[in-house]
């Protein structure tokens, strides 16, 4: 039987974990964390992430600790004008599911609870990695190894495993820096808002809203252009009066929810161009470490859990050779997440036009695209939500 290690006890690698076990794959995760846990932030789920979780058995448990939002709504983000509206049945009916919001430490609960304890080994920070022997070794912080038949690097976005095997990578600033917080419904003062999925569009920047944790809280993540801020940890503070300032002038509902958020934070935005090769050897990478990618589509958990799936059902696939595993799942994944990379950073200039006229025609073209089409939200992307990596067929040959 094959065994495979996994590097990362984040969202991605405990979503290969499960798809392993449920192949009857032998897998363990070492993650370099004393404990599982996740940022205080919200995840977005599209329909194509959820479809994955059903698979595993895992929807119902994700959708009862989410928002229960109904539409997902853009808006324009000064006068709150509706650019576009599409509701959760709209999306289950065009694309087989409806997306979830939920917070990330919610998210990674329902996950671990999905696996063994005596599957994740803490503390074990991977260093290094040797993918080219009999077996694929994993060098650890404290001096210990692992062997493993395969090893999957998910240790995100300033992965080790990824450095281990392709060298550093080379980011670049974009320009742009986000703001997140999460706010308690209760504290919104003037009452909560309306219960939307929604993203506000505005010159130099884009705000998205969601609830999680059943409506609870509001997760805020605030986009905008400022070429002064380049520092990339999700873990810097910043103050609420700052927030405030920066988008004084915006819709005022949006205000009132910046002014019940306590805790701020603020990184830039770096981005990367898709990497040309994702194996090596006995090693692969999975999720953040094969795919970092900018916020504008929520998509980065999304791909990490449809990665984790196409990874099981290759090596179910292969079940006598491994390395020919790991390349039918670079095969079928690398295409399709590069190209969602890509979209990415496409969304994050279209968001963020600061021309009133070329915004027009962004709305404008939105408006066509949702009369002809399978595409709800108008923006070019519905073959997204389409994929369903859970798909017998999906398999590149």
């Given at each position: 039987?094959?065994?495979?290690?996994?590097?990362?006890?984040?969202?991605?690698?405990?979503?290969?974990?499960?798809?392993?076990?449920?192949?009857?794959?032998?897998?363990?995760?070492?993650?370099?964390?004393p404990?599982?846990?996740?940022?205080?932030?919200?995840?977005?789920?599209?329909p194509?992430?959820?479809?994955?979780?059903?698979?595993?058995?895992?929807?119902?448990?994700?959708?009862?600790?989410?928002?229960?939002?109904?539409?997902?709504?853009?808006?324009?983000?000064?006068?709150?004008?509706?650019?576009?509206?599409?509701?959760?049945q709209?999306?289950?009916?065009?694309?087989?599911?409806?997306?979830?919001?939920?917070?990330?430490?919610?998210?990674?609960?329902?996950?671990a609870?999905?696996?063994?304890?005596?599957?994740?080994?803490?503390?074990?920070?991977?260093?290094?990695?040797?993918?080219?022997?009999?077996?694929?070794?994993?060098?650890?912080?404290?001096?210990?190894?692992?062997?493993?038949?395969?090893?999957?690097?998910?240790?995100?976005?300033?992965s080790?495993?990824?450095?281990?095997?392709?060298?550093?990578?080379?980011?670049?600033?974009?320009?742009k820096?986000?703001?997140?917080?999460?706010?308690?419904?209760?504290?919104?003062?003037?009452?909560?808002?309306?219960?939307?999925?929604?993203?506000?569009?505005?010159p130099?920047?884009?705000?998205?809203?969601?609830?999680?944790?059943?409506?609870?809280l509001?997760?805020?993540?605030?986009?905008?252009?400022?070429?002064?801020?380049?520092?990339?940890?999700?873990?810097?503070?910043?103050?609420?009066?700052e927030?405030?300032e920066?988008?004084?002038?915006?819709?005022e509902?949006?205000?009132?929810?910046?002014?019940?958020?306590?805790?701020?934070?603020?990184?830039?935005?770096?981005?990367?161009?898709?990497?040309?090769?994702?194996?090596?050897?006995?090693?692969?990478?999975?999720?953040?470490?094969?795919h970092?990618?900018?916020?504008?589509?929520?998509?980065?958990?999304?791909q990490?859990?449809?990665?984790?799936?196409?990874?099981?059902?290759?090596?179910?696939?292969?079940?006598?050779?491994p390395?020919?595993a790991?390349?039918?799942?670079?095969?079928?994944?690398?295409?399709?997440?590069?190209?969602?990379?890509l979209?990415?950073?496409?969304?994050?200039?279209?968001?963020?036009?600061?021309?009133?006229?070329?915004?027009?025609?962004?709305?404008?073209?939105i408006?066509?695209?949702?009369?002809?089409?399978?595409?709800?939200?108008?923006?070019?992307?519905?073959?997204?939500?389409?994929?369903?990596?859970?798909?017998p067929?999906?398999?590149?040959?």
């Amino acid at each position: 039987m094959t065994r495979v290690a996994i590097i990362g006890g984040g969202i991605g690698g405990l979503i290969a974990a499960r798809a392993l076990r449920r192949r009857d794959i032998e897998v363990a995760v070492y993650e370099a964390a004393p404990e599982l846990r996740e940022i205080g932030a919200g995840v977005a789920l599209g329909p194509n992430a959820m479809k994955v979780l059903r698979s595993l058995g895992l929807e119902d448990e994700v959708r009862a600790v989410a928002g229960r939002w109904d539409w997902a709504v853009t808006r324009h983000g000064k006068t709150g004008r509706v650019i576009s509206r599409t509701s959760r049945q709209q999306q289950a009916t065009l694309f087989g599911s409806a997306g979830a919001t939920a917070h990330r430490a919610d998210l990674l609960d329902v996950l671990a609870d999905s696996l063994p304890t005596r599957l994740v080994t803490l503390g074990a920070r991977c260093v290094a990695v040797e993918p080219d022997g009999e077996v694929a070794v994993a060098r650890f912080e404290d001096g210990t190894e692992v062997e493993a038949d395969l090893l999957i690097g998910a240790d995100g976005i300033h992965s080790a495993v990824r450095a281990s095997l392709f060298g550093p990578d080379a980011p670049r600033f974009t320009g742009k820096i986000c703001y997140r917080s999460v706010v308690p419904v209760a504290a919104v003062p003037g009452g909560p808002p309306p219960n939307e999925n929604v993203q506000w569009l505005g010159p130099h920047g884009t705000i998205v809203l969601y609830p999680v944790r059943r409506d609870e809280l509001i997760n805020v993540v605030c986009h905008y252009d400022d070429e002064g801020y380049r520092h990339e940890s999700w873990v810097s503070r910043c103050e609420r009066a700052e927030v405030l300032e920066r988008y004084n002038g915006w819709h005022e509902s949006l205000l009132r929810i910046f002014s019940a958020g306590e805790i701020w934070y603020k990184w830039a935005l770096y981005d990367r161009d898709p990497i040309p090769q994702w194996t090596r050897g006995r090693v692969a990478v999975l999720g953040d470490a094969a795919h970092p990618m900018l916020p504008y589509l929520g998509q980065g958990a999304c791909q990490a859990i449809e990665d984790g799936c196409v990874l099981a059902a290759a090596l179910a696939a292969e079940p006598r050779d491994p390395l020919a595993a790991l390349g039918r799942y670079e095969r079928t994944r690398r295409p399709r997440a590069s190209q969602v990379v890509l979209a990415s950073r496409e969304r994050g200039v279209s968001n963020h036009l600061a021309s009133r006229w070329a915004a027009l025609r962004r709305d404008l073209s939105i408006a066509v695209r949702r009369r002809l089409g399978r595409d709800p939200d108008g923006r070019g992307t519905g073959w997204i939500p389409e994929y369903d990596a859970s798909s017998p067929n999906v398999l590149a040959t």
